[in-house]
């Protein structure tokens, strides 16, 4: 299984980002996605999740109106449109895969990307 993320980079305050992630060697629509971050020195936090069909999308309340989740099961890709910007998005974020719907705890997901890195500046 592999879980490719891109689309990270260096934006200013009130700017926007797409994350994408490819996902290949699974039955990607059985697969609940999630996004997660993880800044210097923080644990890793759930950011928005969405259920196999794309039908519930679910949200971390520090992103929620900012952030949309969205994804292409004939594609294999989940994408993060990330939307008015802040400093303190500043972080790693990862892709990941599971089972369990509505999850929002790391150890809910069974397979993860590498991480692209995004920073905010102010």
């Known amino acids: 299984v592999q879980l490719q993320a891109s689309g990270g980079g260096l934006v200013q305050a009130g700017g926007s980002l797409s994350l994408s992630c490819a996902a290949s060697?699974?039955?990607?629509?059985?697969?609940?996605m999630g996004w997660f971050r993880q800044a210097p020195g923080k644990e890793r936090e759930f950011v928005a999740g969405?259920?196999?069909?794309?039908?519930?999308?679910f949200y971390a309340d520090s992103v929620k109106g900012r952030f949309t989740i969205s994804r292409d099961n004939a594609m294999g890709m989940v994408y993060l449109q990330m939307n008015s910007l802040k400093p303190e998005d500043t972080a790693v974020y990862y892709c990941?895969?599971?089972?369990?719907?509505?999850?929002?705890?790391?150890?809910?997901?069974?397979?993860w990307g590498q991480g692209t890195q995004v920073t905010v500046s102010s």
């Open positions: 969405i259920s196999t069909s794309g039908g519930i999308k």
């Open positions: 060697g699974l039955t990607f629509s059985s697969y609940h």
């Open positions: 990941a895969a599971g089972s369990v719907i509505l999850a929002q705890q790391v150890s809910q997901y069974d397979y």
